[in-house]
């Protein structure tokens, strides 16, 4: 069974940056389907960024500029780089497939931006 280990969130204050990783065992994938997903208290779970097949980047239109997302195929992580934070940019941040992601779901890793 697929395991997704989110880290590297925590607290920074406005403006500052994070870099979250994704480290999936159990499972054999292609790090090109893993995405990242957040969920802010209250709202629905979505979709900040994902590879495309060919692998590149593609980044929630919102979010273009700030976030970018990359893969290191030998440690098996994906990462999100996330500059220029925002409170709005708080809440939990997960990884999984895309675009159907696994009905399994590790335990996130919590951003809070302070204004």
């Known amino acids: 069974q697929v395991q997704l280990v989110e880290s590297g969130g925590g607290l920074v204050q406005a403006g500052g940056s994070l870099r979250l990783s994704c480290v999936i065992s159990?499972?054999?994938?292609?790090?090109?389907?893993i995405g990242w997903y957040r969920q802010a208290p209250g709202k629905q779970r979505e979709l900040v960024a994902r590879?495309?097949?060919?692998?590149?980047?593609i980044i929630a239109d919102s979010l273009k500029g700030r976030f970018t997302i990359s893969r290191d195929n030998a440690k098996n992580t994906v990462y999100l780089q996330m500059n220029s934070l925002k409170s709005e940019d708080s809440g939990v941040y997960y990884c999984?497939?895309?675009?159907?992601?696994?009905?399994?779901w590790g335990q996130g890793t919590q951003v809070t931006v302070s204004s």
């Open positions: 999984n497939r895309y675009p159907v992601p696994w009905n399994y």
């Open positions: 159990g499972r054999i994938v292609s790090l090109n389907t």
């Open positions: 590879f495309n097949f060919g692998g590149t980047e």
